[in-house]
């Protein structure tokens, strides 16, 4: 199998498992996972997505250049996941409605490995795409 194909199927494949692996952590909740965020389904299929070009085609040469889409839902994916940060942040801001123990709460959200993964996965699907 060509590079440019391997690293994007397992970078897929790592953005796919990333869904189950933690992404955030609450100071008295504790760890929330990537299974239950908001349409974290749409992040699953935004990787599997990726795996089209992987599969079509001769495996050993590299994706050709009409095939290039696929960076897209890369890049698609890693903003997905930097927008549901940001959101689940606002979100629990806004339950308190707006006192102070619940903007101190919002600001002591942390990623988690998962979601660092889960983004990363995207961007390098994304800058594989842009070799030529």
């Keep these: 199998m060509h590079t440019q194909k391997l690293i994007i199927l397992i970078a897929a494949i790592l953005g796919g498992i ?5 992404w955030f952590e609450l100071p008295i909740v504790g760890n929330i996972d ?4 908001e349409y974290s389904w749409l992040g699953a299929l935004l ?3 990726c795996l089209i070009p992987v599969f079509s085609g001769n495996k050993m040469q590299k994706i050709a250049a009409s095939d290039k889409w696929f960076r897209f839902a890369g890049l698609g994916a890693s903003l997905f996941g930097l927008f549901k940060w940001y959101a689940y942040k606002n979100d629990i801001r ?3 409605d707006g006192n102070f123990v619940a ?3 919002s600001d002591t959200v942390s990623i988690q490995y998962g979601l660092i993964l889960f983004i990363a996965a995207g961007v390098v ?3 594989v795409g842009l070799r030529r």
């Design 94 to 96: 806004e339950m308190g």
């Design 103 to 105: 903007r101190a709460i």
């Design 34 to 37: 990537g299974t239950k965020v």
């Design 18 to 22: 990333a869904i189950l692996l933690p």
């Design 125 to 127: 699907i994304f800058v």
């Design 47 to 49: 990787y599997a997505l």
